[in-house]
Nanobody
Framework: QVQLVESGGGLAQAGGSLKLSCVVNGRIFEIPSMGWYRQTPGNQRESIANVTKDGMMNYADSVKGRFHIARDDAENKVDLLMHSLTPGDTATYYC????????????????????WGQGTLVAVSS
């Protein structure tokens, strides 16, 4: 069974930096895309950064130039480096991966699945 396990986050002051990490645990054949979303109470979850297996990165305008996403395919890991934080970045952050699992030694016949991390809170004080 595949699980996405997040770490990092917490409290930061405005202008500071934080790092989030996410590891995809399980028997994985391929992860075409990995990324990060965030959500605040009463709002929809929004995509803020993602990276494909080919290294193509996309960022939401709200974080462009401040956040950097990096993936490590050897460890099935994706990091989000957050700089110049503002109170507006306060949210619960979720890791996401689109993956193909290995089941009984073969790529799953169920195809690619979407997995989510448990969510980690980032709070930025002014």
């Amino acid at each position: 069974q595949v699980q996405l396990v997040e770490s990092g986050g917490g409290l930061a002051q405005a202008g500071g930096s934080l790092k989030l990490s996410c590891v995809v645990n399980g028997r994985i054949f391929e992860i075409p895309s990995m990324g990060w979303y965030r959500q605040t109470p009463g709002n929809q979850r929004e995509s803020i950064a993602n990276v494909t297996k080919d290294g193509m990165m996309n960022y939401a305008d709200s974080v462009k130039g401040r956040f950097h996403i990096a993936r490590d395919d050897a460890e099935n890991k994706v990091d989000l480096l957050m700089h110049s934080l503002t109170p507006g970045d306060t949210a619960t952050y979720y890791c996401h991966a689109n993956y193909l699992e290995i089941i009984r030694g073969l790529p799953s016949v169920w195809g690619y699945q979407d997995g989510w991390g448990q969510g980690t809170l980032v709070a930025v004080s002014s």
